[in-house]
């Protein structure tokens, strides 16, 4: 890293900031704050509502960048001072409805009286006149500074548009009409604003669910401690029906914890020693004693929220789209305004009182607040909402790219199966040697093997209760691709493969043996064979048990539409098509190695373009890279799941795969609709400006009215279940 980079990423500072109430506005508070003095950049993120400050600077001059927006700025993290540490918890503050809109109210008041006054007194008086006034620049007060800015500035938005219709409604004397609009753009800003806030608040609930304080055992003594104030290595003690504060290993304790926060799960998981528990997750049992083994922001519950947040700032295509044509979209608007002023007037010998007010009209119905608002409530919705059940997903581009997936690939170990081998079959061939006698020979041989499927047999004569690991075990040997040999008692015993009893010639070595060893193996499981020189002693088959839920997944991929699902393993052609064909794939590819899985995963690219890649989030990472979009599974407490897939599942579930499909493809089809929508309501009102029957009312109604079915259209993405 050079030093410069060093040196700004050194200076990062991260805040909350309260009071955005569109895009625009963040962007132009984005833009003010890299002209503060001191300031090297500036990114805001306005789907979380939080700007990324890199250099020096005060909170005061932050608020001053963005004080025509009345925004309040909150350090996210403690500040730190040469003497000390202000620690300043991020806490928004609970503003009474008629407190927070008193200004919006207090107008709504003026303009009921100067309608009123209309009717007794009539168009022309002063008094009406005087009231229309107060009622637009008391609701408008912001609008106006913000317009005027932009107009000396020569920078033009909707902010823009609004105050030179207002301006210009003013002037031909619509004082009642334009007092109006002035009072439903407030109305549409507050609503936009509520919106924007009922989306991320999926993610501000996350923040809660994790509690401040935690119970520590330190000198002897059981103290209440900040988590911020926790350090690695401190033993928690949890009791029933506390929530855990921190994430840690269990060193002392049984219980069962609801980890739904974390992971979705809805059943309870069994904690004991050495098992990890994560921040935010219930205990609901017994006292648990805790090994603090991260600080709280690595928590995997801070990860989260950091990786949503950050999630719901990325750009996606329609969102980059919408910022792109709505940057030459309100230059347009205001050069068409102009025109429909100005050109029947000169040319047709129109009214200039009619035509000016077209204009106006013109510059109301192009406000393009519903356009721009249509794709960041979207997707700050799904990615709030799959998070609070347990799907990770990176950015608004994975989220519009898994909708649009048409064939899923899936890793077969730890994906499909759970990536635990057990044992199936132990069957006794010869009778010069015990059943029981004969698995503690090959558990106390496999004890000492570094095989991955020692341990399924090793777990198997546990079970048993057989006792292996005093047995002496002399002249032991790995023999490379076939298997191992040891001998006990002054025998010598070989465990391995059937091609090695093959190439040892042992006698019993017949035709029938083989194909009862093939009938195996083509159910899917390993087999391995025990014997002496002689004889063989005993065949023993493991197998990694298929997922219950592997066959259901499958299916309801299939009902969902997804075209292709192909599972892809480095296993052999029998116990591949056994597994596939029990779970139900379309495809199956078998004895693969990493780089064939890439060459699969680009010739799937090539023929379906948008394919999805299932696996451990560790292995086969070229091939969850080489896809459109890398799922990993079990990304609670994994980093590497967490940091390399575009999208985790939290729990070491398949059940949410069906799930995060459906809901993007919903997010995909709403941000469309929204797209369709608000340009479609734009270019119908514009229409009537042809009859001249365009007028202010019209023009702030159908803006309004499509900000808020945008708005709430967005919202129910909140509300998609599994």
């Not at 620690?87 to 919006?104: G, N, R």
């Not at 199966?417 to 041989?445: C, D, H, M, R």
């Not at 209760?465 to 001998?487: K, L, M, P, Q």
């Amino acid at each position: 890293m050079n030093d410069t980079v060093k040196s700004v990423t050194e200076h990062k500072h991260v805040y909350r900031v309260e009071g955005f109430s569109c895009a625009n506005c963040a962007g132009k508070f984005e833009k003010n704050v890299k002209q503060i003095p001191g300031v090297e950049d500036a990114k805001v993120n306005f789907g979380a509502s939080k700007i990324n400050v890199f250099g020096n600077t005060t909170i005061e001059e932050l608020e001053k960048a963005g004080a025509f927006e009345n925004l309040k700025v909150v350090p996210e993290k403690p500040i730190q001072h040469t003497s000390q540490t202000v620690q300043k918890d991020y806490i928004e503050e609970k503003i009474p409805f008629y407190k927070k809109h008193s200004t919006l109210l207090t107008s709504i008041m003026f303009l009921f009286f100067g309608y009123l006054s209309l009717f007794v007194n009539g168009e022309g008086n002063l008094i009406t006149t005087l009231l229309f006034l107060a009622s637009m620049l008391i609701g408008g007060l912001s609008l106006f500074r913000v317009g005027l800015q932009n107009l000396i500035r020569l920078e033009f938005d909707m902010k823009t548009l609004m105050t030179v219709a207002v301006i210009g409604g003013a002037i031909i004397g619509e004082w009642a009409e334009v007092a109006v609009v002035v009072i439903l753009f407030a109305i549409s800003e507050a609503l936009e604003r509520f919106s924007m806030d009922r989306a991320r608040q999926s993610i501000r609930s996350l923040m809660d669910i994790a509690p401040k304080e935690a119970l520590v055992r330190r000198n002897g003594q059981e103290l209440k401690v900040h988590v911020n104030d926790i350090v690695v290595g401190d033993i928690m003690l949890v009791k029933p029906g506390q929530k855990i504060a921190m994430d840690g290993l269990v060193v002392n304790g049984y219980s069962a914890v609801n980890q739904a926060a974390i992971t979705g799960e809805s059943v309870p998981v069994e904690k004991s020693i050495d098992d990890n528990v994560y921040a935010g997750t219930l205990n609901e049992e017994g006292i648990l004693e805790v090994e603090i083994t991260k600080l709280v922001e690595d928590t995997t519950i801070s990860k989260i929220i950091h990786l949503v947040e950050e999630a719901q700032g990325e750009r996606a295509p329609a969102q980059a789209f919408i910022d792109k044509f709505a940057k030459y979209y309100t230059p347009i608007i205001m050069i068409v305004a102009a025109l429909v002023a100005i050109i029947p007037p000169l040319l047709f010998g129109g009214s200039w009182e009619t035509w000016v007010y077209q204009g106006l009209a013109v510059l109301v119905v192009g406000c393009p607040c519903a356009l721009v608002i249509s794709t960041p409530i979207s997707i700050v919705s799904a990615i709030g909402n799959a998070a609070k059940k347990g799907v990770l997903i990176k950015g608004g581009i994975y989220l519009e790219e898994m909708g649009s997936i048409k064939a899923i690939a899936f890793d077969k170990t730890g994906t499909l199966t759970k990536g635990v081998p057990i044992v199936t079959n132990f069957e006794l061939l010869n009778q010069q040697i015990e059943g029981k006698e004969l698995l503690s020979v090959i558990a106390a041989l496999e004890y000492r093997s570094q095989h991955p499927l020692a341990s399924a047999i090793m777990k198997k004569a546990e079970e048993e209760n057989i006792a292996y690991a005093h047995i002496r075990v002399e002249d032991f040997s790995s023999i490379t691709g076939r298997g191992i040999e040891g001998t006990v008692n002054g025998t010598t015993y070989y465990i391995g493969s059937p091609q090695l009893f093959s190439e040892l010639f042992v006698p019993d070595f017949t035709q029938a043996f083989e194909d009862k060893v093939k009938y195996l193996q083509n159910q899917g499981k390993t087999v391995m064979i025990i014997g002496a020189e002689q004889h063989i002693l005993g065949i023993i088959a493991v197998a990694d048990e298929v997922r219950e839920t592997s066959k259901e997944v499958i299916q309801k991929l299939n009902q969902l539409g997804i075209k292709k699902t192909i599972m892809l393993t480095g296993d052999n052609k029998g116990t591949a098509d056994a597994i596939g064909a029990s779970v139900g794939v379309s495809d199956i590819q078998s004895e693969l190695l990493p780089q064939d899985k890439l060459d699969y995963m680009k010739q799937l690219r090539s023929e379906f373009g948008n394919v999805a890649m299932v696996g451990d989030g560790v292995n086969d990472a070229p091939a969850l890279a080489a896809s459109t979009v890398g799922i990993a599974m079990g990304g609670a407490g994994t980093d590497t799941a967490l940091e390399t897939a575009d999208i985790a599942l939290m729990a070491d579930d398949l059940r949410k795969l069906p799930f995060t499909v459906k809901l993007s493809r919903k997010a995909l089809n709403i941000i469309k609709a929204n797209i369709t929508f608000a340009i479609a309501i734009k270019f119908i009102a514009l229409l009537l400006v042809i009859p001249g029957w365009l007028t202010l009312w019209i023009a702030i109604l159908s803006d309004m009215g499509a900000t808020v079915l945008v708005a709430l259209n967005s919202l129910r993405l909140i509300r998609v279940k599994e």
